[in-house]
């Protein structure tokens, strides 16, 4: 079992779409979650932190799932410009585990 | 802030060259990372250090590569001799301090191509 699992994707929904990506871990005593979201060609960057209580930035909701060791990224009224590869990534760098892993990545491409 | 810089962008070379990749973090950021992305493989970390000092190593592939940091604005990556399996896109990332965990900042990339 890879230790970041994410949806294989790609995801091809209409503008204007609610669309939902979960992502799994295998350490339980993970403690940062991230996602990243990644255009072609370019670098990662930040989308947002997951917090235990949940996040929400306008458009975007984040959860974790201690119980069932998961995160969630739910993306609402997509746009165009949310076509991109999103990340997962837990970081467990600085504990016993020290390590940073990277899911490989979602696609999501938003149609008109 | 100019955020994360890297040189070159692009870098083709041959096979056995010795290749050096360039970094600079943001300015009064502490950790600085070091990654490598391929189709295959995905982003995975190679090194990364805390205040000029490197903490692990542990992702470096093998001796062919090698990471220093001689002070807190400039880094560099070199592979030599350089092999066709190192071409991937590599990244330079730096986060604030504290905690190892913080957010990071990625630089655009290197894309190396070893023919």
């Known amino acids: 079992r890879k230790e970041v699992e994410q949806d294989p994707g790609p995801f091809n929904v209409p503008e204007g779409a609610t669309v939902a990506f979960n992502c799994t871990y295998s350490?339980?005593?993970?403690?940062?979650f991230f996602w990243y979201r990644q255009d072609c060609r370019k670098e990662p960057k930040l989308l947002m932190s997951?917090?235990?209580s949940g996040n929400e930035d306008g458009r975007f909701t984040a959860q974790l799932n201690r119980a069932s060791q998961y995160i969630s990224l739910l993306i609402r009224d997509s746009k165009l410009s949310d076509s991109a590869t999103y990340l997962c990534?837990?970081?467990?760098?600085?504990?016993?585990?020290?390590?940073?892993?990277f899911g490989s990545g979602t696609r999501l491409s938003i149609r008109p | 802030d100019a955020g994360v810089i890297q040189s070159p962008r692009h870098e083709v070379t041959e096979m056995g060259q010795e290749v050096t990749l360039r970094c600079k973090p943001i300015?009064?950021?502490?950790?600085l990372f070091w990654y490598r992305q391929t189709m295959m493989r995905g982003l995975e970390l190679l090194i990364y250090?805390?205040?000029?000092?490197?903490?692990?190593d542990s992702g470096m592939p093998e001796d062919r590569f090698s990471a220093k940091m001689p002070n807190a604005s400039f880094s560099t990556l070199k592979i030599q001799p350089s092999e066709p399996r190192d071409s991937a896109v590599y990244f330079c990332?730096?986060?604030?301090?504290?905690?190892?965990?913080?957010?990071?900042?990625f630089g655009p990339g290197t894309r190396l191509t070893v023919l």
């Open positions: 250090f805390n205040n000029n000092v490197p903490i692990d």
């Open positions: 990534v837990v970081n467990n760098l600085g504990s016993s585990a020290s390590k940073i892993i």
């Open positions: 990332a730096s986060s604030l301090r504290e905690r190892v965990t913080d957010t990071q900042y």
């Open positions: 300015s009064g950021h502490d950790y």
């Open positions: 350490n339980s005593a993970s403690q940062s």
């Open positions: 997951v917090y235990s």
